[in-house]
């Protein structure tokens, strides 16, 4: 039979481990809990962030892990472009929380087919992936 000091002991760590897992500075019992519940609630909010944008077409990537300094992130895009046969005619880039490209393209008489969505998506990752590992050498 486990004591109550045991018990109570036992208690008190695993408060001050979730105390400390969410940054809580609170000190007493009910203050922990009530931040931890904060704490749970920020991080369902943000799957929530996540999902819309992956469902709205868009990676979790390109809200976090692309700096918003991002020099030659455009041109690696848009010669992405390029190598895949898609002329631009107009793009529209931001870069002051996340990179955000808007593209609007023109018809190439070259090609004959129509060129598939996921395609254009998969070269425009590559870029991207491809761009961040240069950034992160240098």
Partial sequence: MVSRE??????????HL?????????????????????Y???????????NRGITSGRTS????????????LLVSVLEAFEEL?????EARVSCSDS?????????NEEQGESMDAQAVKQAVEMSIKSWS????QA
Avoid: M, W, Y
């Fill in 6 to 15: 045991h018990k109570r002991a036992a208690l008190h760590e695993k408060l």
């Fill in 18 to 38: 979730l105390r400390s897992i969410t940054n809580s500075h609170a000190l007493n019992e009910t203050s922990i809990i009530v931040d931890a519940s904060k």
């Fill in 40 to 50: 749970i609630e920020d991080l369902k909010q943000k799957v929530e962030r996540l």
């Fill in 61 to 72: 990537s390109d809200e976090n892990a692309i700096p918003a300094s991002c020099q030659g």
């Fill in 85 to 89: 046969g898609l002329s631009v005619l």
């Fill in 99 to 107: 990179f955000q490209l808007q593209a609007i393209g023109g018809e």
């Fill in 133 to 136: 590992e240069t950034t992160d």
